[in-house]
């Protein structure tokens, strides 16, 4: 797994940066076309909701995509009351559960499912790179 640490090699910077609407220098941009050509699977950077706390992005290789592992969503203070989550990537090695990619949160903390998601181009897409990795997956461990 290759992660980039943002605070360390101006990631963070930049991240800043588009936070508070500037625009990114054409040597800036040229740096994070460097790091992306990496192939990273995680960028961390400085949470801005906990002090001193990191968030991590991962990026699906298979999916070209931004992964998240779970959306939350709690109403009010009580974390029993009004509280709902879908799981987007599970396991250590974030594995996506596709068919949650078209999953909705509603009204009073519900959780909706997109159907048209489930017949769409993009599903199919991402079925097709989730039975390959599946497979490649499973080939590893027969040999």
Do not use: H, W
Request: aromatic share 10%.
């Amino acid at each position: 797994m290759i992660i980039i640490d943002g605070r360390k090699c101006g990631v963070q910077e930049l991240i800043d940066k588009i936070d508070n609407g500037i625009s990114l220098t054409l040597s800036e941009e040229n740096m994070m076309k460097c790091i992306l050509e990496q192939k990273p699977d995680c960028l961390v950077y400085d949470s801005r909701a906990y002090k001193g706390g990191e968030n991590y992005i991962f990026l699906e290789k298979g999916f070209k995509k931004l992964a998240v592992r779970q959306l939350r969503l709690r109403l009010g203070n009580r974390s029993a009351k009004n509280s709902q989550t879908i799981v987007c990537a599970d396991t250590s090695d974030y594995m996506p559960l596709v068919k949650n990619y078209g999953c909705c949160l509603e009204p009073i903390a519900r959780v909706g499912v997109k159907r048209e998601f489930l017949e769409s181009e993009q599903y199919k897409y991402y079925m097709k790179n989730y039975d390959i990795s599946a497979d490649k997956l499973r080939s590893a461990f027969r040999d």
